[in-house]
Every structure is written in structure tokens, then in C-alpha cells.
């Protein structure tokens, strides 16, 4: 996954579950490792925690507007990808 310019590294995995019951709901939510360090201050979305053994940045974004059927995970990715940009 690529990330914006001002990050520490250039790109990082990009984590998240697949839900049990999707594609009636999307993706929630998202994980980068902890290592990248966004820009600071840290948008309020960015929380740092600890997923499945390892320090990770919890990425809270919600795809408040999901059609199921329609949407995909390729679409989940690339908002995930504009939104970071754009902070």
C-alpha cells in the first residue's frame, strides 16, 4: 500500500478482516504497522494499537454509503487510500 508523501516509509501493508456476513457489510476496519508514523498531529481515525500481536495504527474508517453487491474491497482500499491523502 502506498503511502502519502510526509509518512515514514513509502509504502506498508495494509491489513483488515473480511466480515463473516460481507459482502452485506464492508471491511472495518483498517491496519497499518505502527512504523509508519503518520504526520503529526495524528488524525483523531489513527489510533495505535495492538491487533493480533503486533503494534499496529488502527485506521477508523467506516464506508458509511456500502451497496453490497456493488462495492468491493478494491473500492474499500482505494478509499482508505484517498482519505489518507488527504489528511
Not at 472495518?28 to 495505535?48: E, F, N
Request: hydrophobic share 40%.
Amino acid at each position: 500500500f502506498e503511502l502519502p508523501a510526509g509518512w515514514a516509509r513509502q509504502r506498508a501493508p495494509l491489513y483488515f478482516v473480511i466480515p463473516f456476513n460481507f459482502p452485506a457489510v464492508a471491511p472495518y476496519p483498517y491496519y497499518l504497522p505502527q512504523d509508519v508514523q503518520p504526520p503529526t498531529p495524528r488524525h483523531q481515525a489513527m489510533q495505535p494499537i495492538e491487533w493480533r500481536g503486533a503494534p499496529m495504527i488502527q485506521v477508523s474508517l467506516r464506508n458509511a454509503a456500502w451497496r453490497p453487491g456493488k462495492d468491493s474491497i478494491l473500492g474499500c482500499l482505494l478509499q482508505v487510500s484517498e482519505w489518507l491523502r488527504s489528511r
